[in-house]
């Protein structure tokens, strides 16, 4: 392993992985003149992205062809169209349609939700290490925010979240898997949970990241809404369908509280984003593509660790969780320097690292650059 990666070296692929790897490496250099912004190089300020847990595939293709032709049309409201994208969810999770609504994103319905608890008068309890947009709304209008501990391994506690519950408790989030921490919640005690749970507050499972799962343990919770006005289920289109700055998200509740969060939710979804994810949600041969890419690029951060002997959670998600054993924002700001933009440091786990997937390749060169400065 050289100890004087450059980009060229990796460009021209004659460093880290040289040897049959050159022509993949060929291939790669190739990919990454393609991938990175503009077509430009990767640098400083144009970095390989494994920061926002974003898609490094980007959008499908069938589906960006959609929307390009869309925009003819985005001088109409999408009404009908959004009938359209619902259905295909509905037949796809197998629930009625008038449990789903479109969003622009899930962000919306996650600020619906907190906005819900707030007004209803109650607090809201979740892990203490999760995503934390629910809580904004809530705590700007009054809820408490109850962090409940996390399991020695950094998962989610639903012993815990009961345990932090009050009376006036009216929410509980949790997210699955969750982030930054790429764990789940085993399915069964998930769902008792939430059915115990909802008799008293609101229950929000957010299954952001739900497709990457490939556990026989995990399981949405979707089919729980039909019949439970207290349990919402969040899903977003800008993970495995890369739309993250196109916006398509959705909630999936029950009729009642689906009318409680619609007088919440901030507005509508644009007509080619509702087109392009009708064509990209029912494209699963992508998906798989993506999905199958995910778990190569893991399997090379894995093995980075454990060379490095870096504790690690293991992921369900497009993402890992791992401990530098130094200051996380220097990590980054060193491997900046190469050319890759990794997460942000978290207040709870200064040492930690989230690290996005990138394409293979990409998270290879991620990774010599790491064991070259930090190895
Ligand atoms: C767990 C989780 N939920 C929700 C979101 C927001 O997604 P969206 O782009 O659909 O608003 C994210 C984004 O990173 C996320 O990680």
Sequence with gaps: MTNNLT???????????????????????QD???????????????PIRMTNNENPYGINPKAMDVIIKAYKRAHIYNFRARRELTKV???????????IAVGAGSSEYLVAAGTLCAVSGGDMVIPEITFGSITRSASALGSKIIQAPMNEDLSISLDSLRKAMTKNTKCVYICNPNNPVPSIVEKTALEQFCLEVSKQAMV??????????????????????????????????SKIHAFANVRIGFAFAHPDTMKKLMAFRSGTSSYPAIMGAVAS?????????????????LEILYKMFEELNMPYVKAHANFVFANAGRDASEVREKLLESGVLIGRQYAHSPNWIRIST????ETQYMVDVYKRDFG
């Design 358 to 361: 990138a394409k293979p390749e």
């Design 204 to 237: 929000v499972v957010d299954e952001a990241y739900y497709e990457y799962v490939r556990d026989d343990s995990y399981s949405t919770m979707a089919h729980l809404i039909k019949d439970n006005p207290n349990i919402i289920v969040l899903r977003t289109a």
């Design 89 to 99: 969810i509905a037949d796809m999770e197998n629930i009625p349609e008038e449990c």
């Design 281 to 297: 949600y029912k494209d699963l041969d992508y998906q798989k593509f993506v999905i199958d890419k995910n778990y190569e690029s």
């Design 7 to 29: 980009r060229r070296d990796w460009l021209v692929g004659t460093s880290a992985v040289a040897g049959s790897m050159m022509i993949a490496n060929a291939a790669s250099a």
């Design 32 to 46: 990454m003149a393609s991938m990175t912004n503009m077509g430009m190089p990767i640098s400083k300020d144009n």
